[in-house]
Nanobody, 128 residues
Framework: QVHLVESGGGLVQAGDSLRLSCAASVRTLGTYAMGWFRQAPGKEREFVAA???????SKLVDSVQGRFTISRDNANTMYLQMNSLKPEDTAIYYC??????????????????????WGQGTQVTVSS
Protein backbone atom coordinates (compact mmCIF):
# COMPACT_ATOMS: atom_id res chain seq x y z
CA GLN A 1 0.00 0.00 0.00
CA VAL A 2 1.29 3.45 -0.96
CA HIS A 3 -0.02 6.61 0.66
CA LEU A 4 0.44 9.80 -1.39
CA VAL A 5 0.13 13.38 -0.20
CA GLU A 6 0.19 16.37 -2.55
CA SER A 7 1.00 19.91 -1.51
CA GLY A 8 1.91 23.25 -3.01
CA GLY A 9 -1.31 24.30 -4.70
CA GLY A 10 -2.79 27.75 -4.39
CA LEU A 11 -4.31 30.80 -6.03
CA VAL A 12 -2.01 32.63 -8.43
CA GLN A 13 -2.23 35.03 -11.35
CA ALA A 14 -1.64 34.14 -14.97
CA GLY A 15 2.09 34.00 -15.66
CA ASP A 16 3.01 33.00 -12.11
CA SER A 17 4.67 29.78 -11.00
CA LEU A 18 3.91 27.03 -8.50
CA ARG A 19 5.74 23.88 -7.46
CA LEU A 20 3.65 20.92 -6.45
CA SER A 21 5.07 18.12 -4.31
CA CYS A 22 3.94 14.54 -3.92
CA ALA A 23 5.27 12.70 -0.89
CA ALA A 24 4.91 8.92 -0.82
CA SER A 25 4.85 6.76 2.28
CA VAL A 26 7.39 4.39 0.74
CA ARG A 27 10.44 4.67 -1.45
CA THR A 28 9.14 4.88 -5.01
CA LEU A 29 12.23 5.32 -7.18
CA GLY A 30 12.97 2.06 -8.94
CA THR A 31 9.71 0.43 -7.91
CA TYR A 32 6.66 2.50 -8.79
CA ALA A 33 5.88 4.41 -11.95
CA MET A 34 4.56 7.82 -10.93
CA GLY A 35 2.31 10.33 -12.58
CA TRP A 36 0.53 13.66 -12.29
CA PHE A 37 -3.07 14.14 -13.40
CA ARG A 38 -5.47 17.06 -13.16
CA GLN A 39 -9.20 17.50 -13.16
CA ALA A 40 -10.89 20.76 -14.02
CA PRO A 41 -14.50 21.44 -13.01
CA GLY A 42 -16.90 19.49 -15.19
CA LYS A 43 -14.12 17.66 -17.01
CA GLU A 44 -12.53 14.25 -16.94
CA ARG A 45 -9.31 13.69 -15.04
CA GLU A 46 -6.49 14.04 -17.56
CA PHE A 47 -2.87 13.03 -17.76
CA VAL A 48 -0.27 15.75 -17.20
CA ALA A 49 3.11 14.11 -16.65
CA ALA A 50 4.73 10.82 -15.70
CA UNK A 51 7.97 9.16 -14.64
CA UNK A 52 8.98 5.62 -15.48
CA UNK A 53 9.72 3.20 -12.65
CA UNK A 54 13.44 3.70 -13.15
CA UNK A 55 13.07 7.46 -13.00
CA UNK A 56 15.16 7.81 -16.16
CA UNK A 57 12.28 8.59 -18.48
CA SER A 58 9.55 11.18 -18.23
CA LYS A 59 6.75 12.54 -20.35
CA LEU A 60 4.66 15.70 -20.34
CA VAL A 61 1.38 16.24 -22.14
CA ASP A 62 1.73 18.60 -25.12
CA SER A 63 -0.32 21.37 -23.53
CA VAL A 64 2.23 21.89 -20.75
CA GLN A 65 5.44 21.25 -22.69
CA GLY A 66 7.88 24.12 -22.21
CA ARG A 67 6.03 25.36 -19.11
CA PHE A 68 5.94 22.41 -16.68
CA THR A 69 8.79 20.23 -15.48
CA ILE A 70 8.52 16.93 -13.63
CA SER A 71 11.26 15.82 -11.28
CA ARG A 72 11.79 13.49 -8.34
CA ASP A 73 14.31 13.00 -5.58
CA ASN A 74 16.17 9.80 -4.83
CA ALA A 75 13.66 8.56 -2.32
CA ASN A 76 9.95 9.21 -2.16
CA THR A 77 9.05 12.69 -3.42
CA MET A 78 7.99 13.83 -6.86
CA TYR A 79 7.60 17.42 -8.01
CA LEU A 80 5.73 19.32 -10.69
CA GLN A 81 7.22 22.73 -11.42
CA MET A 82 4.61 24.83 -13.18
CA ASN A 83 5.72 28.07 -14.85
CA SER A 84 3.84 30.56 -17.01
CA LEU A 85 0.56 29.36 -15.60
CA LYS A 86 -2.62 29.98 -17.57
CA PRO A 87 -6.25 30.12 -16.44
CA GLU A 88 -6.84 26.85 -18.29
CA ASP A 89 -4.39 25.17 -15.91
CA THR A 90 -6.93 25.64 -13.12
CA ALA A 91 -7.74 22.19 -11.72
CA ILE A 92 -7.26 19.82 -8.85
CA TYR A 93 -3.88 18.17 -9.34
CA TYR A 94 -3.40 14.57 -8.28
CA CYS A 95 -0.33 12.40 -8.06
CA UNK A 96 -0.55 8.68 -8.61
CA UNK A 97 1.59 5.56 -8.30
CA UNK A 98 1.41 2.30 -10.24
CA UNK A 99 2.31 -1.13 -8.92
CA UNK A 100 5.53 -2.56 -10.41
CA UNK A 101 3.81 -5.11 -12.63
CA UNK A 102 1.98 -2.40 -14.56
CA UNK A 103 4.95 -1.44 -16.68
CA UNK A 104 8.58 -2.13 -17.43
CA UNK A 105 11.28 -0.09 -15.73
CA UNK A 106 11.64 2.26 -18.67
CA UNK A 107 7.97 2.72 -19.46
CA UNK A 108 5.67 5.48 -18.29
CA UNK A 109 1.92 5.26 -17.92
CA UNK A 110 -0.65 7.77 -19.13
CA UNK A 111 -4.01 6.21 -18.38
CA UNK A 112 -5.98 6.72 -15.19
CA UNK A 113 -6.68 3.01 -14.96
CA UNK A 114 -2.93 2.29 -15.10
CA UNK A 115 -2.47 3.67 -11.59
CA UNK A 116 -3.28 1.96 -8.33
CA UNK A 117 -2.74 4.65 -5.71
CA TRP A 118 -3.90 8.27 -5.67
CA GLY A 119 -3.40 11.27 -3.44
CA GLN A 120 -6.21 13.49 -2.24
CA GLY A 121 -5.33 16.27 -4.69
CA THR A 122 -4.26 19.88 -4.38
CA GLN A 123 -6.18 22.80 -5.87
CA VAL A 124 -4.48 25.09 -8.35
CA THR A 125 -6.39 28.20 -9.37
CA VAL A 126 -5.02 30.62 -11.94
CA SER A 127 -6.74 33.96 -12.32
CA SER A 128 -6.57 36.00 -15.50
Amino acid sequence: QVHLVESGGGLVQAGDSLRLSCAASVRTLGTYAMGWFRQAPGKEREFVAAFSRSGDSSKLVDSVQGRFTISRDNANTMYLQMNSLKPEDTAIYYCAAANPWRAGRGSFLQGRSDYDYWGQGTQVTVSS
